[in-house]
Each structure stands twice: as C-alpha cells, then as structure tokens.
C-alpha cells in the first residue's frame, strides 16, 4: 500500500516568494512492519551483503561481556506490550498480567550479558536507488547500507553509524544469517524489520535556517493566526517533514544550526538520511498519511512508530555526506 502525504494546509509560497527558491524534495520512507527481504529498501531489515566480505563490529565494544539488554528480550517486550494494549480492558484492569509484567521488566533492567569479539553492527536502513529519487550514489553504485553500535558512543551519546555504498549486481553470493548482537546498550538502537513505501514532498528550511527577516515576519504571522484561531505553523504544518526520510531540509529543532563541512575535503555537506522514532506526533499530526487516518489505537504500538527506533529523548538522527563526494567520511547531528 503506498503512503499519502496530504495537501499542506495552505501554499506558503503564495505568502512568503522568496521561499520558492529554497524548496527541496525529500523522500519520506514511511516504513511499515513487515518483512522485507535483502532484495528489499528497508529500515531494520535484513541486508544484501556478500557472503565472503566481513560483517562489521564495534571495536570500541569487545567481549567477553557487556552490560545491556538481550535483543531477543526487547522484541519480546515490544510483542507483549502491542498485544496489551490492543485488547480490550475492564475499569481498573491491570494492563500487565504478572507473567508479562516480569517479561517487560527483564527487558529494560541492564545485566552482563556474554559477548564474543566485537559487538556485530545492527542493519538500520537499506536504500536501493530505484525506490528513492535522489539518493546521491557514488558513480556506479545503486546501494545504500546504513548499519551501526547498540551502543552510545561519547562523547555525543549516539550510536556510531557505518555507511556502506554498493552495487547490488556485484553482490552475487549473497549472506544469509548475518551475526546478530548477543547484548545491546539501548532499546532504541534495535530497529524492528519495515518494508518502506517511499514519497516525494517538497520541503522548506526550518525557521532556523531562514533570514532573520523572513523569520520574524512568519512568526508574526502565526500569531495572527492564532489569535484568530488558526491551527497552522510553519515548522510543524509547512517546512520540514517529520519522520524517517532521504533528502531534504535538515530538522532543526532544539539547537540552531551550526557549521558543517566534509572532514576530509572542507567541502559542505547536504541532508543524506534522516532516522526518527515517530513519523508525526501532536505537533506534526498534519503530515498523518491518509491511509493511516483511521487508526485510532496505542500511538508508539501504531504505524507512526512501526520502527520502534529511540534516538536521545525521543529526537532524530541525520546523517550528512560530502556534497564533493558521499564516499568521504560522514557526519552525525542529533535533533
């Protein structure tokens, strides 16, 4: 089923032209439960790896133990919990029969858990070209991996992410069981699998990133708006879109924006990937797709947080590339 983004509430260049020319289109991924295949784009799911190249670890976390949660214990915990809350209760019910309630708490208390060598990376997202206009591949290339730690990782507390660039036709023995983490440092790190429906829309900066002037004018705006009990805003209603997607305007959000350049060249960097727990929340409930506009149940058990992803308290991750080259190293920023 594809995903629909609606209409904005209103054309915003129609208020503000000189927005126009600082439009984007970003991708937004809208990823689902389900389960893909390595033949598939899909945030958690398995990836198209060659049999006889190395799965990557962490060198920063090697056995024999680590202090975390079992993965098996967290997927457990999430199945407990959307069954819980999808059936019906009386008044003053508990949610949790004994028996869950001890499953839910082993999956949240940090114990030493046996690890063998380096901590396996975790599949993330895996982009193939043709389902995400843009992706900007190396010459060749029609693959994006995105995998990382479990782990927070200092001196930013987020877990380090390895990018993998391929061409999926080279990969002709392909790996069938991928090593998998025995422990992990949080939840949030471990993705469930989701099948992705892919959609352009067109975005624009984020108040931060907009000259002092316009900003100021739009804030005036929307305080005319809500005096007269309008229900739009800017950030939330008609910049950028939340949730996971390729592409775009970077989110901004608690931090103003700050200076990025490529490591290795100076050149600038430009938005590749942006990974989010939520695809909306009360704030940003106009950008619901309308095929989702029916569900009426638990929200983080529901298709806006089909991924189960938790990045800090509830933010996003983004990862940047070199405009010169996406093969230099990459950046991370938090919002």
């Known amino acids: 089923m594809t995903r629909?983004?609606?209409?904005?509430?209103?054309?915003?260049?129609?208020?503000?032209?000189?927005?126009?020319?600082?439009?984007?289109?970003?991708?937004?991924l809208h990823p689902r439960a389900g389960s893909p295949s390595a033949a598939d784009s899909s945030l958690g799911g398995p990836l198209l790896w060659p049999a006889d190249?190395?799965?990557?670890?962490?060198?920063?976390?090697?056995?024999?133990?680590?202090?975390?949660?079992?993965?098996?214990?967290?997927?457990?915990?999430?199945?407990?919990?959307?069954?819980?809350?999808?059936?019906?209760?009386?008044?003053?019910?508990?949610?949790?029969?004994?028996?869950?309630?001890?499953?839910?708490?082993?999956?949240?208390?940090?114990?030493?858990i046996p690890q063998d060598g380096p901590v396996p990376l975790v599949p993330v997202a895996q982009l193939y070209a043709r389902d995400v206009p843009g992706l900007p591949c190396p010459e060749g290339a029609d693959l994006l991996q995105v995998l990382w730690?479990?782990?927070?990782?200092?001196?930013?507390?987020?877990?380090?992410?390895?990018?993998?660039?391929?061409?999926?036709?080279?990969?002709?023995?392909?790996?069938?069981?991928?090593?998998?983490?025995?422990?992990?440092?949080?939840?949030?790190?471990?993705?469930?699998?989701?099948?992705?429906?892919?959609?352009?829309?067109?975005?624009y900066p984020a108040p931060h990133e907009l000259p002092e002037e316009l900003a100021e004018r739009i804030s005036a705006w929307e305080e005319e708006a809500e005096d007269g009990e309008a229900d739009v805003y800017y950030?939330?209603?008609?910049?950028?879109?939340?949730?996971?997607?390729?592409?775009?305007?970077?989110?901004?959000?608690?931090?103003?924006?700050?200076?990025?350049?490529?490591?290795?060249?100076?050149a600038g960097v430009r938005p590749l990937l942006t990974l989010d727990g939520a695809e909306w929340d009360g704030g940003s409930g106009s950008w619901r797709p309308l095929e989702d506009a029916s569900y009426t149940g638990h929200h983080v058990d529901g298709p806006a947080c089909a991924t189960h992803l938790s990045i800090g308290r509830g933010y996003c991750l983004q990862l940047y590339v070199c405009e010169r080259s996406c093969e230099h190293p990459h950046l991370r920023n938090m919002q």
């Open 235 to 266: 950030q939330y209603d008609l910049s950028v879109a939340p949730g996971n997607k390729a592409g775009g305007h970077a989110p901004w959000s608690f931090s103003d924006p700050f200076p990025m350049s490529c490591p290795e060249c100076g």
């Open 53 to 112: 190249e190395p799965w990557p670890g962490c060198p920063e976390h090697t056995g024999p133990w680590h202090s975390g949660v079992s993965p098996e214990d967290v997927r457990l915990r999430r199945r407990v919990l959307a069954a819980a809350w999808a059936r019906p209760r009386a008044d003053g019910e508990e949610l949790l029969s004994e028996e869950e309630r001890v499953i839910v708490d082993r999956a949240t208390r940090k114990t030493r």
């Open 4 to 28: 629909t983004t609606p209409p904005r509430p209103l054309d915003v260049t129609a208020l503000y032209p000189e927005l126009a020319p600082l439009a984007r289109t970003a991708v937004r």
């Open 149 to 203: 730690c479990p782990f927070d990782h200092a001196p930013d507390h987020l877990p380090h992410t390895h990018l993998r660039w391929r061409t999926a036709t080279d990969v002709v023995t392909p790996l069938t069981d991928a090593p998998r983490p025995s422990v992990i440092g949080e939840a949030g790190y471990l993705p469930e699998p989701c099948v992705l429906h892919p959609e352009s829309v067109t975005e």
